[in-house]
């Protein structure tokens, strides 16, 4: 009985250190991991982050806006695309398919020295992008909005919600599909373009949850009710296509919409607060803005210009426009896409295709002067992002 008891009581003990053990370890692993990616401390001004396969499969490289200092940032053997920058330039995100041939969302120092894997899941993941905190990054996952914190933690979808997806399923038998999202955490809104039957439509759409206590309110005496969420995504402008981005300030939406019926071809402001928009530009032909961009400072917008015939479509370049200019100005010719803005949005990154289908990158001075070739036509050049300069 003696020996029962001792050999019950250095075994509770043994369970016990094996406790502390695992949640000190833990809590090692959470606070003082040395191998979790921290911001760098790296300049990287005037960094242009690309995707290239010049090495033999795609991968990230960097630049100089006047073509010096090219370098290769990964050389696995894999496929690196979509890469972004996090607001204060001291990290990047992209997708790649190391882990096993599935595309995962990664993210690494601008040297990408220390890379770490965000998410493990398979189906295809893209267009990623850093919150304006620099801690989160939402992305695509064939089609629905994830977003994820960057010290750690699941991913969580954000949109579509399950009254959608019942619908969409019941309605046209497949998965509702979206893009261009957008998510402001304090009033848990999420914003993006979703595909639909006959185009596409820019939904707005509010989670559940609580909102967040800015530090310095006093607390209330009585808690406040938790906003329900929607039940569906509310439409706030739709057409035959449709592209918005948020401005730096985070208070307004820059939206192109084509084919809408009663704008036909245009440009507006939607403002986030009042939840209202504002017309900035209607095309009197055939002139139409795709994908838009804001310049740093918030006073300019750059779009992919088209010309739109019925259901025929032709590039017809890189247009730049002043939140005050009567119409966008176009400033590059020819088949050019995914224009970015420099630091202080006096250029701009942009693609363009060569005769052999492949593309280079190419700059630009935002008055359409001075375009130089910045890629010497090795390989395919694309997917360009100039690093921010907070």
Same mark, same amino acid.
């Given at each position: ?114 890379? %770490?894997? #965000?998410? =493990?899941? @398979?189906?295809?993941? &893209?267009?990623?992008?850093? $919150? !304006? ?10 089609? %629905?909005? #994830?977003? =994820?914190? @960057?010290?750690?933690? &699941?991913?969580?979808?954000? $949109? !579509? ?14 998965? =509702? ?214």
């Amino acid at each position: 009985m003696y020996l029962r008891r001792v050999w019950f009581k250095h075994t509770l003990f043994g369970l016990l250190a094996v406790v502390v053990l695992v949640a000190a370890g833990m809590f090692w692993i959470r606070y003082f991991n040395p191998f979790r990616v921290r911001p760098a401390d790296v300049d990287t001004k005037d960094w242009i982050l690309f995707v290239s396969d010049r090495s033999g499969n795609p991968d990230l490289w960097v630049i100089r806006p006047d073509g010096s200092g090219l370098r290769q940032l990964t050389s696995d053997p894999s496929s690196e695309f979509d890469p972004t920058w996090a607001p204060h330039g001291r990290l990047i995100a992209f997708i790649s398919d190391r882990d096993n041939r599935i595309a995962q969302l990664f993210y690494a120092d601008p040297e990408c020295r220390r890379v %770490q894997q #965000l998410t =493990v899941s @398979v189906g295809a993941k &893209e267009k990623p992008h850093f $919150l !304006p905190d620099g801690k989160h990054i939402v992305f695509l996952l064939q089609g %629905q909005v #994830l977003l =994820v914190d @960057v010290e750690g933690g &699941e991913a969580e979808k954000i $949109l !579509p919600p399950f009254e959608l997806e019942q619908q969409w399923r019941n309605a046209f038998g497949g998965s =509702v599909l979206f893009r261009e999202p957008t998510y402001d955490p304090e009033k848990r809104i999420v914003y993006a373009v979703q595909r639909t039957e006959g185009g596409e439509v820019l939904v707005r759409y509010r989670r559940g949850g609580g909102d967040h206590q800015h530090e310095g309110e006093s607390t209330p005496e009585q808690p406040l009710p938790l906003p329900r969420a929607q039940k569906l995504p509310e439409p706030v402008i739709g057409g035959q296509e449709v592209h918005m981005a948020l401005s730096p300030d985070g208070t307004q939406l820059a939206i192109t919409v084509m084919g809408n019926s009663h704008l036909g071809h245009a440009v507006l402001l939607y403002n986030l607060v009042t939840e209202t928009p504002q017309p900035l530009w209607r095309s009197s032909g055939e002139l139409a803005a795709g994908a838009v961009v804001w310049a740093p400072e918030g006073t300019h917008l750059a779009f992919e210009m088209w010309n739109v015939k019925g259901d025929q479509r032709d590039r017809v370049g890189i247009g730049v426009m002043g939140i005050g200019d009567p119409e966008p100005r176009v400033i590059v010719e020819g088949n050019a896409i995914t224009p970015t803005w420099s630091q202080g949005g006096t250029s701009l990154v942009y693609v363009k295709f060569r005769e052999d289908g492949k593309r280079d990158l190419w700059i630009v001075s935002a008055d359409g002067s001075d375009k130089r070739r910045l890629t010497d036509g090795t390989g395919d050049n694309y997917s360009p992002t100039w690093s921010p300069h907070p």
